[in-house]
């Protein structure tokens, strides 16, 4: 028999501590319980090892580290080297990420914090450009495991964000992709922050990739939703003066609108999920709850499945394509039990195969066809009309 679990992490813990519960099958996250060793002892503990705790990065007093023992409760310490919380309970924000950035420094987004860490997984050279082909960085195995831990963690937290937004009782979720170096300037990047606007408005939860570029023009609309349309506006104005991520001042441009335009509580809400194999793409500063992870692969598939209202896919190059068919396959074989709109923007651009584009809409027709979702599948040039499908669709 597997006894029932309880998690508790700092945010939680003073609630559980006043319920005065018994020590028995509670799985402490990321916490100094050595305040609290008498009291903890005190209680009621494990009967066997089914009960016994779990302690993920904490410390322990003498009393409570003898019962671990007793008991065979499993006990994992923080990990030194690994630059990461292995085991933290909650999402990024970017003040976190973006700890030691300095608007108009020299070193700018390098600065950082989040920068270091891409450091330390991904090899750069001495100008801070990404090997070719990409290489780690070698670690010994204890950093390898803090993080994977650290990946589990993050996914954790996310879904527990999640909770509210899933359907039926929650809104949905609606992901937005689209090309990372799509310029502040352009006019799809307009075009999808007003769209993102616009389904925020209507209480979706829009998720990204957490990047640049079109991935920050929804982040950015979700962040205005809470403001009337002339923020939009200056928002878009003031990028503009660093069009891509590759400009100096890209990060303070986009600090400078933080600036004159505060999320208040509550209100903006969005989700990035970005990753630090491509670290070099700086997360943009526009998501309010940021899922950062170091393998990206558990962030592409993730990012897809959460999106339970639908994924709309401006235009991109190959990663935005290989999304359109990572998406279509969910929808063909009804992964995750639903088969959610897959909305391509921009009908020159997935249907021409003399243009600029690339016309993935006639393969994804077919796969629709096939597969049984091609009432599933839109293209048009009208983010209006692309915000009506999304916002019409009622999983089930």
């Given at each position: ?29 990321d ?45 994992m ?38 920068w ?22 070698p ?33 949905g979720?609606?992901?937005f992709?689209?090309?990372h170096?799509t ?21 979706l ?10 991935m ?21 104005a ?42 070099h ?43 359109v ?72």
């Amino acid at each position: 028999m597997v006894f029932p679990r309880t998690t508790v992490a700092p945010e939680t813990f003073p609630a559980w501590r006043a319920l005065r519960a018994p020590c028995r099958g509670v799985v402490f996250l990321d916490l100094d319980l050595r305040p609290f060793d008498a009291e903890l002892s005190d209680r009621p503990q494990p009967r066997d090892p089914s009960e016994a705790c779990v302690f993920l990065g904490c410390r322990l007093g003498p009393m409570m580290a003898d019962i671990a023992a007793v008991t065979q409760a499993l006990v994992m310490p923080r990990i030194p080297g690994a630059g990461v919380d292995a085991f933290r309970s909650d999402l990024y924000t970017v003040d976190e990420l973006y700890e030691g950035f300095s608007p108009g420094g020299p070193a700018g987004y390098r600065a950082t914090r989040d920068w270091r860490v891409y450091t330390s997984y991904m090899r750069v050279d001495a100008e801070g450009h990404p090997a070719t082909p990409p290489q780690r960085v070698p670690v010994g195995v204890e950093v390898t495991l803090a993080r994977r831990l650290h990946d589990g963690s993050i996914s954790d937290a996310l879904h527990a964000f999640l909770a509210s937004f899933q359907p039926p009782a929650g809104p949905g979720v609606v992901a937005f992709m689209g090309g990372h170096d799509t310029p502040r300037d352009a006019p799809e990047f307009r075009a999808v922050a007003e769209a993102a606007r616009a389904l925020a408005a209507r209480g979706l939860l829009v998720a990204t990739g957490g990047g640049p570029g079109l991935m920050e023009a929804a982040n950015l609309g979700a962040w205005a939703s809470a403001y009337p349309d002339p923020v939009l506006d200056d928002a878009l104005a003031g990028l503009a003066a660093a069009p891509t991520f590759r400009d100096p001042g890209w990060a303070d441009a986009a600090w400078s609108v933080r600036g004159r335009h505060p999320r208040a509580e509550g209100a903006g809400v969005s989700l990035g999920v970005p990753t630090w194999f491509y670290g070099h793409e700086p997360p943009n500063m526009f998501a309010s709850h940021i899922a950062k992870y170091f393998e990206n692969s558990l962030r592409e598939e993730g990012l897809l499945a959460i999106a339970t209202h639908g994924v709309i896919f401006a235009p991109g190059r190959a990663g935005t394509v290989q999304e359109v068919f990572q998406d279509a396959c969910q929808n063909f074989y009804a992964v995750y039990g639903v088969r959610s709109p897959m909305v391509l923007l921009g009908s020159r651009y997935w249907t021409d195969a003399g243009g600029d584009g690339y016309p993935a809409a006639p393969l994804l027709a077919k796969l629709a066809s096939d597969g049984g979702f091609a009432e599933r599948v839109h293209v048009t040039d009208d983010p209006d009309e692309a915000v009506e499908i999304i916002a019409a669709f009622s999983p089930a």
